[in-house]
């Protein structure tokens, strides 16, 4: 990256993603309970009263650029051969089978995303809060995600999307270059995120790829009359009751996102936590192993690689490929990793299984790529299900979409009150059976021992003549 670019920050970080802040709490007021929690750590009632529009997002012009655009890599590295990432989960399997992605868009809610040549000419604007569009990213993250979906094949690296005949929808609701400067705060809420949600759904989105979170405590989440939150719960189940899988990261640990205790959350990762509506994704790295940033929760469907990554070069005007990028105020490149970077996967398999079977609902997609991951072991809350298992997921007979229960997630452990009670009568024919075949066997050895006997007697000794 060029001198000047390594001063030019990556501001919204790729190892922590973007941070959303909670909407304002309005009066109260009468709620109808359409849904209703089902464990201590689910959402409250849904109130319909609060839903937001789905027009597009216009520019906000109280928001203005604080600090410069990232700049382009002067030279990317030279990768002719597929990542760690794509070997792991083979989809270049299921791109020889046809399944690229066609005729699928999916929206990236995010940064932006800049107009790199492996993306277009499937990019279309959906609507920003900022000056100057969908298609631009001064940030890099949301780049960085449309890559990992959509890039374009090359002949000249290995490196391609999970699906890459599908057309990028960017919906430009965040970013940390831009900022109100009488308020201090940066662009993207919780209110905002519902708002481009509903557009996308408006728009055609067949799969929302989020990855953003906002991390609040369990007990301002569970506030009612949070209207930010009340609209994206609302706005995460309209998609879901229009077809559309939406994709969540977990979020990573660091700032408010604190890392949950096993069965026993604190802290509530939004749009991530409305889990009957989303499908949220873990980070884990070349082992398998769950990455340390990755925040645990009950929430948590299925992980994918978050660590170590490949990426399309974010910059402004990049054209090649990057394996680090600049975060932070120390102007060091640092590897691309983050369950921002583990959601796309999910969302670019999506788009593959709704190429194939375009007759399945949202549920059916999202359980195929959860009852078709590969759990290995370890604590449920921190990968869901395991790791998406790409061919699996397209190619797999699933019960639940014929009326059979599902296969155990993990299997059964045999234990001792699992034995049937003793069976005595067949506990004795089986030992008198194994008595009377050693019986046999020492009157065989004492007629054989009889017969030697007896020759030795009336045979002819050494010295004998005839």
Not at 36 to 52: I, Q, R
Not at 281 to 297: I, Y
């Amino acid at each position: 990256m060029r001198r000047d670019g390594l001063r030019r920050v990556l501001a919204v970080s790729a190892a922590c993603g973007v941070l959303l802040v909670g909407g304002t709490v309005p009066p109260a007021v009468a709620q109808e309970e359409t849904d209703t929690a089902d464990s201590p750590f689910s959402p409250p009632a849904l109130n319909p009263e609060f839903t937001a529009s789905s027009d597009k997002l216009a520019p906000n012009g109280a928001f203005t650029k604080q600090q410069a655009c990232m700049s382009a890599s002067e030279s990317g590295p030279t990768i002719e051969e597929q990542p760690w990432s794509q070997r792991l989960l083979g989809f270049r399997h299921a791109h020889e089978q046809g399944l690229l992605g066609d005729g699928q868009k999916i929206a990236v809610i995010d940064t932006g995303v800049n107009q790199h040549p492996r993306l277009t000419p499937r990019l279309e604007d959906g609507g920003s809060l900022i000056t100057g569009g969908a298609l631009s990213d001064c940030d890099g993250h949301g780049t960085i995600v449309a890559g990992i979906i959509a890039a374009r094949q090359s002949e000249q690296t290995g490196f391609v999307g999970v699906a890459p005949e599908s057309t990028i929808l960017s919906i430009r609701q965040s970013s940390s270059v831009y900022q109100d400067r009488d308020r201090g705060t940066t662009p993207g809420t919780t209110a905002s995120m519902a708002q481009a949600i509903n557009s996308a759904v408006s728009q055609g989105a067949d799969v929302i790829n989020v990855s953003q979170a906002s991390c609040q405590s369990l007990a301002r989440a569970s506030n009612p009359l949070d209207q930010g939150n009340q609209q994206l719960h609302n706005a995460v189940r309209n998609a879901y009751e229009n077809e559309v899988i939406v994709v969540a990261a977990a979020g990573n640990a660091g700032g408010q996102c604190e890392k949950n205790a096993p069965d026993d959350p604190s802290t509530a990762v939004l749009p991530a936590w409305f889990d009957k509506y989303v499908l949220t994704v873990a980070a884990v790295n070349q082992h398998g192993a769950p990455s340390e940033f990755t925040v645990p929760g009950p929430w948590v469907d299925v992980a994918a690689p978050g660590e170590n990554l490949i990426a399309l070069d974010p910059g402004v005007g990049g054209s090649g490929l990057v394996n680090r990028v600049v975060h932070g105020s120390d102007n060091e490149p640092q590897p691309i990793q983050g369950t921002s970077f583990a959601a796309p996967y999910v969302s670019g398999l999506a788009a593959l299984i709704k190429q194939k079977n375009p007759q399945l609902s949202a549920e059916q997609v999202m359980r195929r790529i959860t009852e078709t991951a590969q759990h290995n072991g370890g604590d449920s809350d921190i990968i869901g299900h395991g790791l998406i298992n790409p061919m699996a997921a397209v190619n797999d007979v699933v019960p639940a979409e014929h009326g059979a229960a599902p296969p155990p997630v993990e299997p059964r452990h045999l234990q001792a009150h699992v034995f049937p009670q003793r069976n005595w009568a067949a506990i004795a024919v089986a030992l008198g059976g194994t008595v009377g075949g050693a019986a046999t066997v020492l009157f065989v050895a004492f007629l054989v021992n009889a017969l030697r006997r007896m020759r030795g007697n009336t045979g002819t000794t050494p010295g004998d003549r005839s």
